[in-house]
């Protein structure tokens, strides 16, 4: 008896927290596309979408400094070439910081590329391209940022694919300072997106749709110039001082083994008087 209560009461736990963190009439606005971005299900999913004419695109309600940001999305299926998605924290003015998810579309049949960059005060050239392990229209997927003041790390399905270390002991900036908004657009960019531009968008595939749900942001919400911090039961703000242990950076180095296709630290004709510093220690 005690324990069907428990466990009831458990269950009820769990789906306040699940509903709180589907919800994106709480958590965002839908800042362009002229109603090609919707949100369904009384806010538990919503849809960007893309034709000739726009994209469309959302900021998150708040802005954050630090967090670990998760969305499940589903990408564009299908001939997605051309097209680029993205999810990203930025913050604003002329010398932002940046975190960066794109997903760059494709033909059908042949594969995304996963895009990853960080921008600190304005300056970026820090790319990562990877391919997926899984096909990513086909279902939900869950695509995290973990940014703390140790590091950043970007994860799918809980799986860590880039981790940016904190390395301002040696000179390299690290966002710290300036709180940053979550913001997701779907766009055309077929002059770049897909084999460097010389696939094209093919229109009469349009519109173009991405799906996301659960959107969930465990952060340092910052709001008249303070900020307080949230931690779910479960986790007690683990997240805030969240490091990589040695089996997630056996993971990392799995997955950047087996799915990462660019790499500006390996790319030594692009920066012929050395590599960035942040390169150089092992990551
Ligand atoms: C598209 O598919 C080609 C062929 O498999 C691949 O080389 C490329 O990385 C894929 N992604 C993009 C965005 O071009």
């Not at 499940?72 to 910081?97: E, F, H, R």
């Not at 997701?184 to 531009?197: I, K, M, V």
């Not at 703000?237 to 997630?248: E, F, I, K």
Request: glycine share 8%.
């Amino acid at each position: 008896m005690a324990s069907s209560i428990r466990i009831s009461l458990l269950v009820l736990a769990a789906s306040a927290m699940v509903a709180f963190a589907g919800n994106f009439y709480q958590e965002v606005d839908i800042t362009w596309g002229d109603g090609r971005g919707k949100m369904l299900n009384n806010g538990e999913l919503l849809s960007l979408s893309l034709d000739k004419s726009s994209g469309s695109g959302l900021q998150s309600k708040k802005e954050y400094l630090f967090g670990k940001f998760d969305m499940q999305l589903k990408l564009i299926p299908g001939n997605s070439a051309g097209t680029v998605t993205t999810y990203y924290l930025k913050s604003p003015g002329t010398t932002w910081d940046e975190i960066d998810f794109e997903f760059l579309g494709n033909l059908s049949g042949d594969p995304y590329t996963i895009h990853t960059n960080v921008f600190t005060q304005g300056k970026g050239n820090r790319e990562q391209q990877f391919h997926l392990w899984f096909d990513p229209t086909k279902d939900f997927h869950t695509y995290s940022i973990l940014w703390n003041p140790q590091h950043i790390l970007f994860s799918i399905d809980g799986i860590p694919i880039r981790e940016f270390r904190n390395q301002e002991s040696k000179g390299v900036l690290f966002p710290k300072n300036q709180p940053m908004r979550m913001y997701s657009t779907l766009w055309n960019a077929d002059d770049w997106a897909t084999r460097g531009g010389l696939v094209k968008t093919d229109w009469s595939q349009s519109p173009f749709t991405a799906s996301y749900k659960s959107y969930y942001a465990e952060a340092c919400v910052w709001a008249s110039g303070a900020s307080s911090c949230s931690s779910s039961r479960s986790s007690k703000g683990a997240w805030l001082t969240q490091q990589m242990d040695s089996a997630s950076q056996g993971r990392l180095r799995q997955v950047q083994k087996n799915y990462m296709i660019y790499n500006y630290c390996t790319d030594f004709k692009r920066f012929p008087q050395g590599i960035p510093t942040e390169c150089s220690s092992a990551a």
